[in-house]
């Protein structure tokens, strides 16, 4: 009764999880790099309504707005390339973006100066609600947190909430600590009820599902500053992210003296040449600041056990 072609099959490794791959070295990685000229870019945002990428980022400069491409979340399908436009220029070869040099011997003096942090007690179950967004290690996190607290002898349990497997997509995950597990009697963290927000991504925290986890007075808050775009910007080239709006919002339901604001892109980006170690980043920064029940030998055994990047990590 069906004239022609009525179910069309596309088979292709979703993108995401050919960057785990091509990481892991299971896959090839292509080794051609795409750049912007940002002083030839018009910014009309072409390139972004013919790739529908994410990737593809704006860059807010002294001239306006133009266009930059994320190198840590490139999937280097190129599509980006087919707009019309000669602002992009492409390097080919071993090209991989640059990272500060650090002095070892400085860097182990600065970290064997820090002062061990006093870990939060665990008379009720400590709750984390982790919130970033796809393909930037928000599992991977909750994951090692769990492992850290399995280590050290602690119940705990990990819920994830990846929704939509896209990239840029909104991820929480809900980390529960305890001594015993008879006290965790639900892996969900209540309303109201979490110790630590870790905001992975400005955004996803301030929206209203992980705002409804702050207690006022009882939250601690600690947000990574920089603003991923939405893929409304890939739709709408002037979009606004309302930066000031997001971190008010977070600041008002925690309270200012419990919430602290790091621009961990930036920093982690600047160390280690790739804005995947933000994430990582983070948690040290949170550890650091006794703000999660884990010891820092628990956390980086569990690191070694996960067995993926370690070093960097």
């Not at 870990?119 to 400590?126: F, G, H, W």
């Amino acid at each position: 009764e069906i004239f022609g072609v009525a179910v069309l099959i596309y088979d292709q490794t979703c993108a995401a999880e050919l960057r785990r791959r091509r990481k892991r070295g299971i896959e090839v990685d292509p080794t051609t790099r795409v750049f912007i000229n940002e002083a030839v870019c018009e910014g009309c945002g072409d390139c972004s309504d013919k790739s529908n990428c994410v990737s593809v980022e704006p860059a807010e400069t002294e001239f306006g707005r133009k266009r930059k491409i994320n190198q840590s979340s490139c999937n280097k399908d190129y599509s980006c390339l087919e707009g019309f436009c000669p602002s992009f220029v492409t390097v080919q070869g071993s090209a991989t973006p640059r990272r500060a040099h650090l002095d070892p011997a400085i860097l182990d003096g600065l970290v064997g100066n820090l002062p061990a942090p006093e870990l939060p007690a665990l008379d009720v179950p400590y709750n984390v609600l982790i919130a970033g967004i796809g393909g930037t290690g928000v599992v991977t996190i909750g994951a090692l947190i769990g492992m850290a607290a399995h280590i050290e002898g602690h119940s705990v349990s990990v819920l994830d909430q990846v929704g939509l497997a896209q990239k840029n997509g909104a991820v929480v995950s809900h980390v529960r600590v305890a001594r015993e597990r008879d006290d965790i009697y639900a892996s969900r963290i209540a309303d109201s009820r979490a110790n630590l927000l870790l905001g992975c991504d400005a955004i996803v925290a301030g929206g209203m599902e992980s705002r409804r986890k702050i207690g006022g007075g009882v939250t601690r808050a600690v947000v990574n500053a920089h603003m991923a775009p939405t893929g409304a910007f890939t739709l709408d080239a002037d979009a606004t992210f309302f930066e000031s709006e997001i971190l008010d919002s977070i600041r008002a339901s925690a309270g200012d003296n419990l919430t602290e604001f790091v621009d961990a892109t930036k920093i982690a980006t600047a160390l280690m040449g790739d804005a995947i170690s933000t994430n990582l980043f983070l948690v040290g920064y949170a550890i650091q600041r006794g703000l999660i029940p884990v010891s820092l030998e628990a956390f980086e055994r569990a690191i070694e056990l996960n067995g993926v990047a370690v070093e960097a990590n």
